[in-house]
């Protein structure tokens, strides 16, 4: 079992910064990607930004050159600084996390809410 805590959401004006943490606990060490999705109104939930275990970091389109994931050496904690803030990136933040381990298990956060006004 893999638990997953974030933090740092709120409310901004547009061109603002934000800041997200997620600490992950529990079997850390079955942990293969961690990162990012989110889930606006009357949308579904999408891919914000993941990192492999390895380094490697998926953004999202809309957020490249605005946002930045990072994932420290212990594996157990992420990141998300979010520049230029949009009001279109107005939803709920969820940590995500999957295991490399058969069968291949999700796992998430509770979820963070990021307002944007304009």
């Known amino acids: 079992q893999v638990q997953l805590v974030e933090s740092g959401g709120g409310l901004v004006q547009a061109g603002e910064s934000l800041r997200l943490s997620c600490v992950a606990s529990g079997s850390i060490s079955l942990i293969d990607s961690m990162g990012w999705y989110r889930q606006a109104p009357g949308k579904q939930r999408e891919l914000v930004a993941s990192?492999?275990?390895?380094?490697?970091?998926n953004y999202a389109d809309s957020v490249k050159d605005r946002f930045t994931a990072s994932r420290d050496n212990a594996q157990k904690t992420v990141h998300l600084q979010m520049n230029s803030l949009k009001p279109e990136d107005t939803a709920v933040y969820y940590c995500h996390a999957n295991t490399w381990l058969n069968p291949k298990r999700d796992y998430w956060g509770q979820g963070t809410q990021v307002t944007v006004s304009s």
């Open positions: 990192t492999t275990r390895s380094g490697r970091t």
